[in-house]
């Protein structure tokens, strides 16, 4: 590669990193604005620059203000599985979680004291004002709704491990519940906010890929932070099997997988197949080094 080639890559990467940073500064900037939510020790800012940069690297040609919502649903996303995974003591309060976060998504008021509920209600009334919005609204509630559930199950295996009252999941098990990663609801939310009529006429199939994507991911993760996952009491998929190396070979049939699905779609919503394949790609080099969360 001659040298202007590199400084021409430079430069690009450059202005991701850019907008990237851009990215950080507003999402501290709201959370900011719900302190009691984001106080906890993980939630430093280099949570909110890693969220910003994923986002940018997986989306280069959008705008801070075309990814702004998909930052936020990204950091929904992680209060969500803090609440679930360490703030919540019982399955009432997990239920009750749900059933408040799904009215929200029917245009339910949130509570005054429940910070939770008027960050999600925030990010929804921005999802709302997307032109798309009304003929997808039940294509981003049925997202919600899937990944409640599966962190609401991932609790349920987190208590009884903790409690020595169940067994653990089998590794198709824990593998069937991917939607805890809350990674297809954040593409559902990019989708109707920056998707043209192409990309929400192909929704479906893009949800079909993404929650390929989303197995991938959740694979990839569990082997960046197996350590991680053990001081704080998490689940990963190499507890679930005999050798970490079947986790990785799984890694390897699933990203397979994901090129069979997005090579159509490259077809018909060139753009949000490639976000989906750099989504991959960023998120494999990513957990080679680093994690999101800061220290608990």
């Given amino acids: 590669m001659d040298l202007n080639t590199q400084a021409a890559e430079a430069v690009e990467q450059g202005r991701i990193c850019a907008l990237a940073a851009r990215g950080q500064r507003d999402l501290q900037k709201l959370a900011a604005g719900y302190p009691e939510l984001f106080s ?6 280099a949570l909110f ?4 940069m994923a986002m940018a690297f997986s989306a280069p040609w959008c705008t801070l203000e075309e990814l702004r919502v998909t930052n936020r649903a990204v950091l929904w996303g992680f209060a969500l599985d ?3 995974d360490y703030l919540a003591k019982s399955r009432t309060e997990i239920d009750r979680l749900t059933e408040t976060s799904l009215a ?5 008021t949130p509570a005054s004291d429940d910070p939770f509920a008027r960050f999600f209600a925030e990010l929804c009334a921005d999802l709302a004002a997307a032109p798309a919005y009304p003929r997808l609204r039940d294509a981003w509630r049925a997202a919600v709704h899937r990944t409640l559930a599966a962190m609401a199950v991932e609790w349920e295996w987190r208590a009884a491990r903790r409690d020595l009252t169940g067994t653990l999941p089998t590794f198709e098990e824990y593998l069937a519940n991917a939607d805890n990663l809350a990674c297809t609801v954040v593409n559902v939310a990019h989708w109707i906010h920056t998707g043209d009529d192409g990309t929400h006429r192909s929704l479906s199939r893009l949800v079909e890929a993404s929650d390929e994507v989303q197995r ?4 990839v993760n569990d082997l ?3 350590q991680r996952d053990l001081e704080w009491g998490d689940l990963n998929a190499i507890m679930l099997v005999a050798d970490r190396a079947e986790v990785e070979q799984r890694v390897e049939v699933l990203t397979g997988r994901c090129h069979e699905l997005l090579a159509p779609l490259a077809e ?6 490639t976000y989906l394949a750099r989504q991959v790609g960023f998120t494999s080099g ?11």
């Fill in 40 to 45: 906890g020790a993980p939630f430093d800012a």
């Fill in 49 to 52: 620059g890693n969220i910003a």
């Fill in 82 to 84: 803090w609440q679930v």
């Fill in 104 to 108: 929200v998504v029917d245009g339910a």
């Fill in 216 to 219: 991938v991911l959740r694979l």
């Fill in 224 to 226: 960046g932070t197996y």
């Fill in 268 to 273: 018909e919503c060139p753009r949000q197949a």
């Fill in 286 to 296: 990513f957990y080679r080094s680093t994690d999101f969360w800061g220290a608990r």
